[in-house]
């Protein structure tokens, strides 16, 4: 029931995947075609020999990480040689700019607390339920000497509210909703709480590292291709126990996570802008094909 898009195209992006590959492939007619897959699909659950029918159909198959690549490859051997790593582009200016930007819901101003941000999907995927059970752990064992926001909506909302009502931690962690501008939110804490159960590489970390936060990440594949565990951060076990352990190392060294920013403000984040590897892309193989 989906027409065809009309004309013809020196390139056509799927740019997350799924339906709009499906999209590009049986309805755009393009002399090169690129799928751009944003998640470790070894974490993912497809259908891949429905999915290895329309990537036969693509030039390049794109993903944002080595890890990424090397479960793609691992899946769909066949088109090993079309993948290609193309990091997401994250623009400075913008995000710091945003950033400055006044929010009337954040941390509570001239708290002495350690304030502590998320940012993404309340989905399974993003581990918030490790988070508010993470927050009893630490508000039982060290009072409410710290405050929490997750900046996101999504199917899991509902449950992580009712977690935290049932925890008794209302008071360190707030679910806040999907902001248009998260920047602000960022900006105002102390350390970036990155709870994921997988990612493939996580825009957010880059965009905590554009603002100079420190990084408390689960050791989920892709987390050390962007943390440096130690340095600019810290990566924690992958359970409600191993979040709260990390949370706890720092409140109780406070001058080890001022050691943790002075890390995360140094890194060079001009390479964060690079979209070479991606434009690059876009005129697909020199050699011509018959669709």
């Not at 193309?86 to 945003?98: E, F, G, H, M």
């Not at 993404?120 to 009893?136: C, L, Q, T």
């Not at 998260?182 to 990155?194: N, S």
Request: with cysteine; hydrophobic share 40%.
């Amino acid at each position: 029931c989906i027409p065809r898009l009309s004309g013809r195209y020196d390139c056509a992006v799927s740019y997350s995947g799924g339906e709009t590959f499906w999209y590009v492939v049986e309805k755009v007619e393009a002399d090169a075609m690129v799928v751009y897959y944003h998640s470790d699909y070894s974490n993912i659950d497809i259908d891949a020999e429905g999915e290895l029918r329309y990537l036969e159909n693509a030039d390049y198959v794109a993903t944002i990480s080595d890890i990424c690549a090397d479960s793609l490859r691992r899946i769909f051997p066949t088109q090993a040689s079309k993948v290609r790593v193309a990091q997401n582009p994250t623009c400075v200016s913008l995000t710091r700019r945003l950033s400055e930007e006044h929010v009337g819901d954040g941390f509570e101003v001239g708290s002495e607390r350690l304030k502590v941000v998320s940012v993404g999907r309340v989905e399974d995927s993003k581990g918030f339920d490790m988070a508010a059970r993470a927050a009893s752990i630490v508000k039982r064992e060290m009072g409410s000497c710290f405050e929490w926001l997750i900046v996101g909506d999504g199917s899991q909302r509902e449950a992580v509210q009712a977690l935290i009502e049932r925890e008794g931690v209302g008071d360190v962690i707030r679910l806040v909703g999907s902001k248009l501008n998260p920047y602000p939110y960022m900006a105002g804490a102390g350390l970036l709480a990155q709870t994921s159960r997988f990612e493939g590489k996580s825009v957010v970390v880059d965009e905590a590292r554009v603002l100079g936060l420190p990084i408390l990440a689960t050791d989920y594949s892709s987390a050390r291709d962007q943390v440096r565990d130690g340095v600019d951060g810290l990566i924690v076990p992958m359970n409600p126990d191993g979040i709260a352990r990390g949370i706890e190392a720092l409140l109780h060294d406070p001058v080890f996570l001022d050691r943790l920013g002075e890390g995360a403000t140094a890194i060079d984040v001009a390479a964060l802008e690079d979209i070479t590897s991606f434009t690059c892309l876009l005129d697909g193989p020199h050699e011509t094909k018959d669709r």
